[in-house]
């Protein structure tokens, strides 16, 4: 868990190209203006309490840069800003759980 949660600080240096101490998760600003996807597979048979608490910590996290974008928004109308869709997320999100549901029968 650790290993995974906390990496060590040389896993930030941008000056090192050969990733010998792993590859962060960019932020989620930057995931969504260069639309990406970011899922969490976690078994929540594994650990519910973890499972959940990850999930509740990663949309909160995916939250903030969705609002922490409007910001630029306004600042900067001429700029082309990717459009973010939650009626898409959330269905995604229900189209895998209902792929999820049919492949556990």
Known sequence: MKRTFCP????YDH???D???GKPLPSFSW????????ALNFP???NAGLAKALGVMMKLDFERAVLNRIPQIEAYP????RKYSS??????ISHGRRERTAWGR
């Open 8 to 11: 060590p600080a040389e896993c």
């Open 15 to 17: 000056r090192e190209r």
């Open 19 to 21: 990733y010998k101490f």
């Open 31 to 38: 995931l969504i203006e260069n639309g990406k996807l970011c």
């Open 44 to 46: 929540v048979a594994m």
């Open 78 to 81: 001429e700029r082309h800003f």
């Open 87 to 92: 009626s898409a997320m959330s269905s995604s």
